[in-house]
């Protein structure tokens, strides 16, 4: 079935630094992948969109990059601040009308 | 209005009652996504919706679940006979389309069976 894996560790970080999450997927091949964050009590938001004919994708502070070779995306935050703290949701396209099948999310906490 | 609204913010009912909660989309998004989040994990897709049809319900974990959006715009869960382990943050999110725009998303309702 198909599968996706984030940092299950919350990640912690000096601000100021580059923080990198990880997101892998088994068992399907998505056309795209999305990148949302959730702060607690709120619903997901959008950041970033990569196509899997895309190597990287850069927004302001926010790179990210997609292997289809390693079936692995990785989204850094460049300069982190302490507002960047949250939970950041990987979500691969299963190809199937633009429903999207999410990760565990990493929760990120950056320390001034 | 401006963003996905989702009422109730929260919701209590007892077990066995049945409950119905509302997704407002943005005005104008084609396609309506119901998602399941539990404490400490990603949504879960239950359904998705384009305009008024009912595209993808591969999602609901049992035929008390049912969704519905009538004329192409708000939508409804029902989830009928509550069970505990219904409780979680049910997320609507919605848009002009997925596979260029991303969603956009509600608060949610809390739903807590007791």
């Known amino acids: ?112 | 209005g401006a963003g996905v609204s989702q009422s109730p913010r929260y919701k209590v009912a007892k077990r066995g009652q049945d409950v119905a909660l509302r997704c407002d989309p943005i005005s104008g998004h084609v396609s309506l996504f119901w998602y399941q989040q539990a404490l400490g994990q990603g949504p879960e897709f239950l359904t998705y919706f384009q305009n008024e049809a009912q595209l993808d319900k591969s999602g609901l974990p049992s035929d008390r679940f049912f969704a519905e959006r009538p004329e192409g715009s708000v939508s409804t869960l029902k989830i009928q006979r509550t069970q505990q382990e219904d409780s979680a943050v049910y997320l609507c999110a919605s848009s002009p389309d997925a596979e260029v725009y991303g969603y956009t998303f509600g608060s949610g309702t809390r739903l807590t069976v007791v």
């Open chain 1, 1 to 112: 079935s198909q599968k996706i894996e984030q940092n299950s560790e919350a990640l912690n970080i000096q601000e100021g630094k580059t923080a990198t999450l990880t997101c892998n997927y088994t068992n399907y091949s998505p056309a795209y992948l999305q990148w949302y964050r959730q702060d607690p009590g709120r619903g997901p938001v959008f950041l970033l969109l990569i196509r899997e004919n895309e190597k990287e994708k850069r927004k302001e502070r926010l790179k990210v990059t997609f292997d289809t070779t390693l079936k692995q995306s990785l989204f850094h935050i460049t300069a982190s601040q302490p507002a960047d703290s949250a939970t950041y949701l990987c979500a691969p396209s299963p190809n199937q009308g633009g429903k999207l099948i999410f990760g565990q999310g990493t929760e990120l906490s950056v320390k001034p």
